[in-house]
């Protein structure tokens, strides 16, 4: 019980936080520009793209926990 309260905090801690994933040349670039839309769009798809392997990496870390929780209470 107490390790699902610290999951359910910790990924609510990591959801929440703002993410500024820009490469040094590219916040260059993207920082000139008045409006900075463009700088905010490329920032998010930056954090978009960034997510889907932790995503799936964290699937097959499920999958491989349930797997062995399994085989051990089957023995």
């Known amino acids: 019980m107490n390790r699902k309260i610290i999951y359910i905090v910790l990924f609510l801690v990591f959801t929440t936080l703002s993410a500024e994933a820009q490469c040094a040349m590219c ?3 993207l920082e000139s520009e008045e409006g900075q839309e463009t700088a905010k769009g490329i920032n998010n798809g930056i954090v978009y793209l960034m997510i889907i392997p932790y ?21």
């Open 27 to 29: 916040r260059a670039v």
């Open 55 to 75: 995503i799936l990496i964290g699937a097959v870390g499920y999958f491989i926990y349930k797997n062995k929780k399994k085989s051990s209470t089957s023995k």
